[in-house]
Each structure stands twice: as structure tokens, then as C-alpha cells.
T-cell receptor
Framework: GAVVSQHPSRVICKSGTSVKIECRSL??????MFWYRQFPKQSLMLMAT?????????EQGVEKDKFLINHASLTLSTLTVTSAHPEDSSFYIC?????????????FGPGTRLTVT | KNQVEQSPQSLIILEGKNCTLQ??????????LRWYKQDTGRGPVSLTI?????NTKSNGRYTATLDADTKQSSLHITASQLSDSASYIC??????????FGAGTTVTVRA
């Protein structure tokens, strides 16, 4: 159990366009989902925390108008990169949280490789 | 600033050999420490979770240790296999949701 999927796995888009990435918890309901980005050879950086039915909480330095997050249901969160620029090219990973071993475990999706040309 | 430092940055080992990865942290307050395995181009997969009171936890050939007094943890891989080639990330949690990630140790297992 505890499978998280992301779609698409890879996407290439032109500068100025918008891209939507989906994150789904396949076999459990997640009240909280998280969005991370990861640059090569670096650790994951939290972008925002998303709670079902409410506005996302963005980390300092992350533009909420550029990275739109919607958490419409307990199994689906979406990240839309608006007006993408080449510097937005990165590996985007979502995670979904559920109770495990006395705490909350985050189960990560397989990631989405975004390339902006 | 809460930090998680991992060493070495990378290592190469021969198949069948053992290795130990290190993690030092300054995260406070401390809730738990996790080790994840991340294959190239994939999301991290949890290996172990340890709370303050736990000193060691195993998951197959992976054994994690925790010294909460010195704020150090290690991940030992026994009898390495080619499939162990990956990045291993130490993650320290302040609470149920806020995680501090290390930069990872890249392990390459060679035949």
C-alpha cells in the first residue's frame, strides 16, 4: 500500500507556456500533500504544503502566483507552473502523508522531469 | 538554521562488500530521523524511521543507528548488491510534517 503516482513523468514545454503536474495517492486518502523540487545532485527543497480544500502554504521564496497548487480531493493535488521559464526546469516531486509508526510518513511520487526550452 | 549533513558525498564499493553512510544533524526540536533511498530519476523510498528512543532499526540488509545525544545517525548496507546503487538521503523531522533533508550520499556498487 501507500502508492503515490505523478503524471506526466517527463514534460518538455516552451518558454511562456503553462504546465500542469498531477499527484495522486492511489490506495489511501491524504489530507496533506507536499510539493518539492530537486536540482541535480542537490537535496529536495519543499515548495509548498497542500491541505485538501484549503489554500496551499508556500515556503519562503516560492512564488504562489507562478506555482499554482490545487488540492481538490483527498487523493489528488496538482501543481501548475505558469509562464514557465528555462530556470523552472527541474525535477518536481510530490508526497502524500498518512499515519505510520506513530508519526506521519510521507510517501513520495516518482517525480516529474520538467524541461523548459 | 536546521541542518542535515551527510558524508561521504559519494562512494564506490564492490558488490558483496559492506558500507556505512553518516548523517549529522542540528535539527531541533527532534521528532524522528528517516533514511530514504532514491534511485536516479525516481522519488525517494523510505528505508527506516527512528524516534528519539530508538538506537537501531533494520530493514533487510539496511541497518540504521541513531545517537540522539550526539545527533548522529548512520546507515549500514550489508553485502551490497548492484541494485543498491542509488542516492541515500537522511531526513530529520521536527514534527509530523516539517522535514529537513540532507544532500544525500551517492552509492555506486560495481560488479
Amino acid at each position: 500500500g501507500a502508492v503515490v503516482s505523478q503524471h506526466p513523468s517527463r514534460v518538455i514545454c516552451k518558454s511562456g507556456t503553462s504546465v500542469k503536474i498531477e499527484c495522486r495517492s492511489l490506495d489511501f486518502q491524504a489530507t496533506t500533500m507536499f510539493w518539492y523540487r530537486q536540482f541535480p545532485k542537490q537535496s529536495l527543497m519543499l515548495m509548498a504544503t497542500s491541505n485538501e480544500g484549503s489554500k496551499a502554504t508556500y515556503e519562503q521564496g516560492v512564488e504562489k502566483d507562478k506555482f499554482l497548487i490545487n488540492h481538490a480531493s483527498l487523493t489528488l493535488s496538482t501543481l501548475t507552473v505558469t509562464s514557465a521559464h528555462p530556470e523552472d526546469s527541474s525535477f518536481y516531486i510530490c508526497s502524500a502523508s498518512r499515519p505510520a509508526e506513530g508519526t506521519y510518513e510521507q510517501y513520495f511520487g516518482p517525480g516529474t522531469r520538467l524541461t523548459v526550452t | 538554521k536546521n541542518q542535515v549533513e551527510q558524508s561521504p558525498q559519494s562512494l564506490i564499493i564492490l558488490e558483496g562488500k559492506n558500507c556505512t553512510l553518516q548523517c549529522n544533524y542540528t535539527v531541533s526540536p527532534f521528532s524522528n530521523l528517516r533514511w530514504y533511498k532514491q534511485d536516479t530519476g525516481r522519488g525517494p523510498v523510505s528505508l527506516t524511521i527512528m524516534t528519539f528512543s530508538e538506537n537501531t532499526k533494520s530493514n533487510g540488509r539496511y541497518t540504521a543507528t541513531l545517537d540522539a545525544d550526539t545527533k548522529q545517525s548512520s546507515l549500514h548496507i550489508t553485502a551490497s548488491q548492484l541494485s543498491d546503487s542509488a542516492s541515500y538521503i537522511c531526513v530529520v523531522s521536527e514534527d509530523d510534517y516539517k522535514l529537513s533533508f540532507g544532500a544525500g550520499t551517492t552509492v555506486t556498487v560495481r560488479a
